[in-house]
């Protein structure tokens, strides 16, 4: 079986710790129905800065929908959850979530189902998250995505409203944003890669591995990493990544210069599309996957 190349971009946001009291660890299931965060002062009632929204505004059950909170300003926490849109008044979950970044988010189980709602992992100020939601065989007709969404602790708001999803068939509704086409360098579930890769601006304005060195990125035997910062204030990296290979090409983060107990990411190649993954490397063996397939991207 011959090796193909496979081209994939990941992009990293680099978040900042700051302390803060209650649930900073987001293990926040005693608010599973209320949403409530229980920090001993009221939510706020004010038009909040948060924003739900996902890739699309209809769906089928086995679906996966790409869900985003963002704001134009920093968070500390949320609580994530989808619901029954036509029972305002229902405190039960609607299907599961996968994460993306297993490093700030984090599954919770609500209503007795794991993985039902997504949570903080720690107090790490926050501009977006992204997540992927699985729709159940059993889903409602229209399903509403709601956030609770802590700023500090003292300040948050409770049960935000987000996007609603509805299935085939279902009386028709009023447009809605979706998430737009985001730029090469974002995670998403569809988006087009602009591969293949160059080597411009290697040393300058992006740092780079090439095996063998001083290889085209373009040629089919070439193992290409290159590292970007994408803001200006350092807080995103982008990483692209290329090389021959039948199954997955991966990169790995490290604290030390040893081959064990790192955060990896794979790019494995599923039919025509590559599956990008979060796994860990227990020592010097094959990377452990930590979950299940995080969002496509096409060769």
Same mark, same amino acid.
């Given at each position: 079986?011959?090796?193909?190349?496979?081209?994939?971009?990941?992009? =990293?946001?680099?978040?900042?710790?700051?302390?803060?009291?209650?649930?900073?660890?987001?293990?926040?299931?005693?608010?599973?129905?209320?949403?409530?965060?229980?920090?001993?002062? *009221?939510?706020?009632?004010?038009?909040?800065?948060?924003?739900?929204?996902?890739?699309?505004?209809?769906?089928?059950?086995?679906?996966?929908?790409?869900?985003?909170?963002?704001?134009?300003?920093?968070?500390?926490?949320?609580?994530?959850?989808?619901?029954?849109?036509?029972?305002?008044?229902?405190?039960?979950?609607?299907?599961?979530?996968?994460?993306?970044?297993?490093?700030?988010?984090?599954?919770?189980?609500?209503?007795?189902?794991?993985?039902?709602?997504?949570?903080?992992?720690?107090?790490?100020?926050?501009?977006?998250?992204?997540? =992927?939601?699985?729709?159940?065989?059993?889903? *409602?007709?229209?399903?509403?995505?709601?956030?609770?969404?802590?700023?500090?602790?003292?300040?948050?708001?409770?049960?935000?409203?987000?996007?609603?999803?509805?299935?085939?068939?279902?009386?028709?509704?009023?447009?809605?944003?979706?998430?737009?086409?985001?730029?090469?360098?974002?995670?998403?579930?569809?988006?087009?890669?602009?591969?293949?890769?160059?080597?411009?601006?290697?040393?300058?304005?992006?740092?780079?591995?090439?095996?063998?060195?001083?290889?085209?990125?373009?040629?089919?035997?070439?193992?290409?990493?290159?590292?970007?910062?994408?803001?200006?204030?350092?807080?995103?990296?982008?990483?692209?990544?290329?090389?021959?290979?039948?199954?997955?090409?991966?990169?790995?983060?490290?604290?030390?210069?040893?081959?064990?107990?790192?955060?990896?990411?794979?790019?494995?190649?599923?039919?025509?599309?590559?599956?990008?993954?979060?796994?860990?490397?227990?020592?010097?063996?094959?990377?452990?996957?930590?979950?299940?397939?995080?969002?496509?991207?096409?060769?």
């Amino acid at each position: 079986m011959s090796s193909v190349g496979l081209w994939c971009v990941l992009f =990293i946001s680099v978040c900042y710790w700051v302390e803060v009291g209650g649930y900073a660890n987001g293990k926040v299931t005693k608010s599973c129905s209320s949403m409530e965060p229980h920090h001993g002062v *009221p939510a706020q009632t004010t038009q909040s800065p948060f924003h739900l929204a996902t890739n699309t505004t209809t769906f089928s059950p086995g679906d996966r929908i790409q869900v985003i909170l963002s704001g134009t300003s920093y968070f500390e926490g949320f609580l994530l959850q989808a619901r029954d849109a036509a029972n305002q008044d229902s405190v039960f979950t609607v299907g599961t979530f996968t994460l993306i970044d297993p490093m700030r988010t984090q599954l919770l189980t609500c209503d007795k189902q794991q993985g039902s709602a997504v949570s903080h992992t720690s107090d790490a100020r926050l501009t977006e998250v992204v997540v =992927i939601w699985n729709a159940p065989k059993d889903s *409602p007709s229209v399903v509403q995505f709601v956030v609770t969404v802590v700023a500090h602790y003292n300040k948050f708001w409770v049960k935000l409203p987000g996007p609603k999803i509805y299935q085939p068939g279902v009386t028709s509704h009023p447009p809605q944003s979706a998430v737009p086409s985001p730029s090469p360098g974002h995670m998403t579930t569809t988006s087009n890669l602009p591969g293949p890769f160059v080597s411009n601006g290697c040393g300058q304005s992006k740092s780079c591995l090439l095996d063998p060195p001083g290889c085209d990125p373009k040629h089919p035997h070439c193992f290409f990493l290159s590292m970007s910062s994408k803001t200006s204030n350092n807080t995103s990296v982008v990483f692209e990544l290329s090389g021959p290979a039948d199954g997955y090409i991966a990169f790995a983060l490290s604290w030390d210069t040893w081959m064990g107990n790192d955060d990896v990411y794979m790019c494995v190649k599923v039919g025509e599309r590559v599956s990008v993954s979060a796994a860990l490397n227990p020592g010097r063996t094959h990377p452990e996957d930590q979950s299940q397939v995080k969002h496509d991207t096409k060769l």
